[in-house]
């Protein structure tokens, strides 16, 4: 994991608090920045953000932060591999994806009612920062994003065949003789003797 912020910014050591996950890993120091634009880049694996049943391997996220006043608006890029499994077939997959984030923060000085990082309902979106937080921590926010970014309905491509629901054969590969009309013909024969509705395996 790397940060790289611009202007020789001195990393301090950080005051997080209020954060159910200890240690925070995607931290961002704000003490010191200047009204300006700087980019960050952490690079952390899946596993670390308890992520590792959706996502294998690195996940990247770039991006940059701007400070204006007591405001800062953060956005960035998370670029991770998605694994799971047919819905149809079972197969493993997995997939690159790519999602946005931005996030707003307000430093509230006057309000000491406020917990760290609570979003606030009647200001669109924006988190709240009390005055002595000297670090943004994205853990949360990337853990979110990508849990949104998995899909619903997962399958291995638009038009799998899935597997037959009485034999299992994977009918992307194989063809099975359960459907009615494609017996196979060294099971013609016994056409007939069984009851309308059994089924050959
Ligand atoms: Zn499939
Ligand atoms: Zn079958």
Known sequence: MCIILGGGLAMKSQHVEGKKRAPALLVIPIANLEEREYPFDFTIDADALELGSFYRGEISIDGSISRVASQYYLSGR????????????????????EAEFSLYFQVSGDAPEVESGEESEDAGGIYR??????????DDEIIETLRLAYPMKNLCREDCKGLCSSCGTDLNKNTCNCSKGTIDPRWSKLEGLFPEDTELN
Do not use: S
């Open 78 to 97: 998370i670029t991770a591999e998605q694994i799971g499994e047919c819905d149809r077939c079972l197969i493993e997959t997995e997939r690159k994806v």
């Open 129 to 138: 920062l009390r005055a002595d937080e000297h670090a943004i921590v994205l």
